[in-house]
């Protein structure tokens, strides 16, 4: 049986010329490089990715040609000709896809973008560019879940007590995508359009890659967009 080195995540989109895709662990996704060989083997362009600085900022833009974007965690482009790309390990990778219209967006959100509002930034954003948010399709991807989402008194204040657990000696579980998915309800998203992956980046080892079971050696996973 081939091993499989990514996920195709297009099918999650009613868009038919959308391709979604996710590298697995083991996939090598070393700098720039990396991310134009995965951009290559899926049929992507490797010289029209987008390429986002990603400082768990709350800074999204649309951009319609290739190339870096600093202090910027979300790219979406009208360009059918551009690729997205974001790189998490436990972070959520969250796409935006236009139902019918080369429209689309890949959004890195870790738990400080996500309280301090990326969603809602994302939801403005494509409001000010005239686009109908019901229109839209929503898929967050394999990240840390609240089975391993664990967070310290200093920090739980910043999170709405119906999206966490106590776990004793001062540690609490927080369940990301549950607030993920209700600050995209808030911002005008469509609840019958989003898929929440239920693939912990933590629990599975073997599959994934992920910042707090490795720390700061822990390799990334590549997220890329656009269309076939
Ligand atoms: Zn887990």
Sequence with gaps: MAIRHWLDLSSHFSNSKIKAVFSLKSYPTNGIEGRKSFSYENG???????????????????????????????????????VCSIQVADCMPIYFVHKKDSVFGLVHVGWRGL????????????????????????????????????????????????????????????????LAMTHCLESGFIENEITVLSDCTFCEQEKYHSYRRNGKKAGRMIGLLGTK
């Design 44 to 82: 992507f362009n490797p010289d029209q990715i987008i390429i986002p600085e990603q400082t768990h900022s709350t800074h999204v833009v649309l951009k319609n040609n290739s190339g870096g974007v600093k202090n910027t965690d979300g790219i979406f482009s009208s360009n059918s000709k551009c």
């Design 115 to 178: 309280v301090s509002g990326i969603i809602n930034q994302c939801s403005k954003l494509l409001v000010e560019q005239k686009y109908n948010l019901a229109h839209f399709q929503i898929l967050i991807g394999p990240s840390i879940q609240s089975c391993c989402f664990e967070v310290s008194e200093d920090v739980i204040d910043q999170f709405d007590p119906k999206f966490y657990e106590e776990k004793g000696s001062g540690k609490y579980r927080v369940h990301l995508q549950k």
